[in-house]
């Protein structure tokens, strides 16, 4: 027993690059997640280092680590993540003892080749949302999913809407805050709107006294994200669709569907609150 957890620990960490971590957790806050991942980037920069003090590291030898990762078949998203480490742990050198220069400063990794994202296929969209509620919940999350397909929000700006502020059912527009608290204004669908007034008939016999979710729980608080995302992937499941449908994917998919029926990249690009087209690009 104690010889197997031996051998499953972490190898030990030179010193420095040891304290750097402890750094990040005590005084950043950085996620277990986050130092699970910079541990392993530090642990391969030992490796292509070979018995060389990282101290010593140089430009070029980061070029070269880099290019040996490709090489051996790593991804560009992992390389990515191992130079993030190594950025970050040469910026703590050059504050805390003086080192000269960072040598992972200016290093891309090579681009991994784009996948489109999964969506559902129209008939899909439809199945999902077609059969009537049977029930208050149900009601919910009817009017919630035709929302969130035909407006293509994120999850937390779906969560996030108030039921006394940004709902326009009369205009059929919703206004959200996405990403750094931009705010946009879409188009809600006319099968939505219906969606949402045989709710809104209904929400005050669920909600909290108080409460200014538009989307509520059984115990008539805010559902949260997390909880969208079970009430998704349940009713996708008990309708046999055949793949697992999370959040993103119905966004992916108002995309999707919306680019080949339209063509027009750029008014995607604004519906989904992209800052850069290039985002709205991997669905074409």
Do not use: C
């Not at 027993?1 to 620990?9: D, L, P, V, Y």
Request: glycine share 8%; proline share 5%; hydrophobic share 40%.
């Amino acid at each position: 027993m104690g010889s197997r957890r031996s051998a499953e620990a972490p190898a030990a960490l030179p010193e420095r690059m040891q304290a750097w971590l402890d750094w990040l957790a005590t005084q950043r806050r950085v996620s277990p997640l986050t130092l699970t991942a910079y541990r392993a980037g530090l642990q391969a920069l030992l490796r292509l280092a070979e018995e060389r003090p990282p101290e010593s590291l140089q430009h070029a030898d980061i070029r070269r680590f880099v290019a040996r990762l490709h090489g051996e078949g790593q991804q560009g998203r992992s390389i990515a993540r191992h130079l993030s480490a190594w950025r970050g742990f040469y910026r703590w050198l050059v504050r805390e003892d003086g080192v000269r220069a960072n040598p992972a400063l200016g290093i891309r990794p090579p681009k991994s080749p784009s996948t489109l994202p999964r969506v559902l296929s129209p008939e899909q969209a439809n199945a999902l949302l077609d059969p009537e509620p049977q029930n208050l919940l149900e009601i919910r999350d009817i009017a919630m999913f035709e929302l969130f397909y035909s407006s293509g929000l994120r999850v937390a700006e779906l969560a996030g809407i108030d039921v006394d502020a940004g709902l326009d059912l009369a205009e059929g527009l919703v206004t959200v805050t996405g990403k750094r608290q931009r705010q946009r204004t879409v188009p809600v669908g006319s099968k939505a709107v219906d969606a949402l007034r045989h709710w809104l008939q209904l929400r005050a016999s669920l909600a909290a006294a108080g409460e200014n979710a538009l989307f509520v729980t059984r115990d008539g608080h805010r559902l949260s994200t997390r909880g969208i995302a079970s009430r998704l992937s349940t009713r996708a499941q008990a309708l046999g669709l055949g793949v697992h449908v999370h959040p993103h994917m119905l966004r992916h998919s108002f995309a999707s569907h919306l680019l080949q029926s339209s063509g027009d990249l750029r008014a995607v690009q604004e519906l989904l609150g992209h800052a850069s087209i290039r985002s709205t690009q991997i669905y074409t």
